[in-house]
């Protein structure tokens, strides 16, 4: 597709059970981040990739997040053990090669709603 | 984040109206990324200042950066009632156009 693609729009999970959020990035772009958004707040920065290495970390707020990109293409971010504080809307963003030398933007999804029970 | 702040959080103008929305920052600004959001949808990139002062627009939308005041503003003309939304400001910090840290958001209604 022409944009980032992320799934689940929605998600509805009990509290205690792990879930997993799918980003598909615009074709060819080397950097991928996840932001977390929640209600009436802008996004938080939680990581950022560039092509499988997973370069910051820094935002993610406990061990139980965990996000890879095997392939420095799709990345999933998985939390463990939710807890109804993990409800949210989580942003993934994807930027071109020359993102950084050129400072492009970053695209974003739609983003997955998650709900916690 | 209140290192980076929006003013003012919500604005409702009449349609036609001339309209200014601000994002003062308490750090250095490498590059500050202005979006818009439609609820339930991702962000929309609208236009991108650099580091020196710069002002960029695209058709009614004006975005200036005050390197002095560590300070931007989205200025929209003529509003329109496509123009509705919440536009976040987002800034980098470190100067490698990764990591952004965004406002709070000012959300926008234009009535007719």
């Known amino acids: 597709g022409a944009g980032v693609s992320q799934s689940p729009r929605y998600k509805v999970a009990k509290r205690g059970q792990d879930v ?5 990035p615009i074709s060819g772009h080397v ?5 977390q958004q929640a209600l009436g707040q802008g996004p ?3 990581t950022y990739f560039q092509n499988e290495a997973q370069l910051d970390k820094s935002g993610l707020p406990s061990d139980r997040f965990f996000a890879e990109r095997p392939e420095g293409s799709v990345s999933t971010l998985k939390i463990q053990r939710t807890q109804q504080e993990d409800s949210a809307v989580y942003l993934c963003a994807s930027q ?8 492009q933007p970053q695209h974003f999804g739609d983003g997955t709603r998650l709900s916690i029970l | 984040s209140q290192e ?3 003013s003012p959080q919500s604005l409702i103008v ?3 109206k001339n309209l200014t929305i601000n994002c003062t920052s308490s750090k250095t600004l490498y590059g500050l990324y202005w979006y818009k ?3 339930g949808e991702g962000l929309i990139f609208l236009m991108m200042l650099q580091k ?3 002002e960029k627009s695209h058709e009614k939308i004006t975005a200036k950066l005050d390197e002095k005041k560590q300070q931007s503003s989205l200025h929209i003309t003529a509003s329109q009632p496509s123009h509705a939304g919440i536009y976040l400001c987002g800034a980098d910090w470190a100067g490698t156009a990764s990591k952004l840290t965004f406002g709070t958001g000012t959300r926008l209604q234009v009535t007719l």
């Open chain 1, 20 to 24: 997993a959020l799918r980003c598909d």
């Open chain 1, 31 to 35: 950097s991928l981040f996840w932001y």
């Open chain 1, 44 to 46: 938080e920065f939680l």
């Open chain 1, 96 to 103: 071109s090669t020359e993102g950084v030398i050129r400072n």
């Open chain 2, 4 to 6: 980076l702040e929006q």
């Open chain 2, 14 to 16: 009449q349609e036609g």
């Open chain 2, 37 to 39: 959001q439609k609820y």
């Open chain 2, 52 to 54: 020196g002062g710069e």
